[in-house]
């Protein structure tokens, strides 16, 4: 992998005209090495990215602060802390120490939050109530921890298909009641369109979140038919599926979120994509489909 850090173009001299707000997450270039994702970046005028724990390990968290440095970029957000169902003492005694240091991560990349995928039912009880009891008792520990360090926490619903084995957290709803139920105002909530499309009280939640200021991060893409073997990779770019991405982002804009917009898409064929490709279509579909109602 290169190490190069070739200077580019600041925000104000790049050719991109509907990327404001945009950002692009690494995962969606995931079998992409690091600099020539950074590189795509910065070559469609995107002035943000999302990164992931797995670049810090990589690169080392200076080497990753250095790179979206000298790319002249800002990090959107950093996936993922979470994980915190275990029913083992030891265990989640260990998932809050990696949090902790999930948190510093962010602190140190200049990242705003730090997305919380909160972990699945624990096979070893299966009490799905009691997990989720877990993680608001877990997240209310780490807050204190955030808020000194002026980070924030976004937990993530994920879809219900993803509550055995990623999150047993499946509403926007049920986010806000951890998030609530903290006392801080370092936790909030992701709106990751993927995952809450279907909901039919995401407008209220929307604005139950916006309400309490803990509306942090809004994340896009499609929702993909066939499901792959793997549903998780089922995103897609934003209008190859069944999301209508005018309606939720009027209520994203309508509850005051004015933050980065990321792109985060799960898919085999956008990773078989040459980056500079994927980025082109990303943007242009960003500039139709989700800027117009931002």
Same mark, same amino acid.
């Given at each position: 992998?290169?190490?190069?850090?070739?200077?580019?173009?600041?925000?104000?001299?790049?050719?991109?005209?509907?990327?404001?707000?945009?950002?692009?997450?690494?995962?969606?270039?995931?079998?992409?090495?690091?600099?020539?994702?950074?590189?795509?970046?910065?070559?469609?005028?995107?002035?943000?990215?999302? #990164?992931?724990?797995? =670049?810090? /390990?990589?690169?080392? &968290?200076? $080497?990753? %602060?250095? !790179? @979206?440095?000298? *790319?002249?970029?800002?990090?959107?957000?950093?996936?993922?802390?979470?994980?915190?169902?275990?029913?083992?003492?030891?265990?989640?005694?260990?998932?809050?120490?990696?949090?902790?240091?999930?948190?510093?991560?962010?602190?140190?990349?200049?990242?705003?939050?730090?997305?919380?995928? #909160?972990?699945?039912? =624990?096979? /070893?009880?299966?009490? &799905?109530? $009691?997990? %989720?009891? !877990? @993680?608001?008792? *877990?997240?209310?520990?780490?807050?204190?921890?955030?808020?000194?360090?002026?980070?924030?926490?976004?937990?993530?619903?994920?879809?219900?298909?993803?509550?055995?084995?990623?999150?047993?957290?499946?509403?926007?709803?049920?986010?806000?009641?951890?998030?609530?139920?903290?006392?801080?105002?370092?936790?909030?909530?992701?709106?990751?369109?993927?995952?809450?499309?279907?909901?039919?009280?995401?407008?209220? *939640?929307?604005?139950?979140?916006?309400?309490?200021?803990?509306?942090?991060?809004?994340?896009?893409?499609?929702?993909?038919?066939?499901?792959?073997?793997?549903?998780?990779?089922?995103?897609?770019?934003?209008?190859?599926?069944?999301?209508?991405?005018?309606?939720?982002?009027?209520?994203?804009?309508?509850?005051?979120?004015?933050?980065?917009?990321?792109?985060?898409?799960?898919?085999?064929?956008?990773? *078989?994509?040459?980056?500079?490709?994927?980025?082109?279509?990303?943007?242009?579909?960003?500039?139709?489909?989700?800027?117009?109602?931002?």
């Amino acid at each position: 992998m290169s190490t190069s850090h070739s200077r580019t173009a600041a925000p104000s001299e790049r050719l991109g005209t509907g990327t404001q707000r945009l950002s692009l997450n690494r995962w969606t270039f995931r079998t992409t090495p690091l600099q020539e994702f950074l590189d795509a970046t910065t070559a469609q005028g995107i002035d943000a990215v999302g #990164v992931w724990r797995q =670049d810090v /390990a990589e690169v080392g &968290l200076a $080497g990753l %602060r250095r !790179r @979206v440095d000298d *790319a002249g970029l800002r990090v959107s957000s950093l996936c993922r802390g979470g994980f915190l169902t275990a029913s083992a003492e030891e265990d989640r005694a260990a998932a809050l120490e990696d949090n902790r240091r999930a948190i510093d991560e962010t602190a140190a990349l200049g990242a705003p939050t730090l997305v919380l995928v #909160v972990g699945g039912v =624990d096979r /070893a009880d299966k009490d &799905l109530i $009691g997990a %989720r009891a !877990r @993680v608001a008792e *877990a997240v209310a520990t780490l807050a204190p921890y955030a808020e000194e360090r002026g980070v924030t926490l976004s937990i993530e619903p994920l879809h219900p298909m993803f509550a055995a084995d990623r999150a047993v957290v499946s509403t926007l709803d049920q986010a806000l009641d951890i998030a609530e139920a903290s006392g801080s105002p370092a936790v909030g909530v992701v709106v990751d369109t993927y995952h809450v499309w279907w909901d039919p009280y995401l407008e209220r *939640a929307i604005r139950r979140a916006a309400a309490t200021d803990r509306l942090l991060s809004y994340q896009v893409c499609d929702w993909n038919l066939p499901l792959a073997a793997e549903p998780l990779h089922s995103r897609g770019y934003m209008g190859d599926g069944f999301i209508d991405f005018p309606s939720i982002t009027r209520m994203v804009k309508d509850a005051g979120y004015t933050g980065d917009i990321e792109v985060e898409i799960f898919n085999e064929d956008v990773w *078989a994509t040459p980056a500079d490709e994927a980025a082109r279509i990303i943007a242009e579909r960003f500039a139709q489909l989700v800027l117009p109602h931002a």
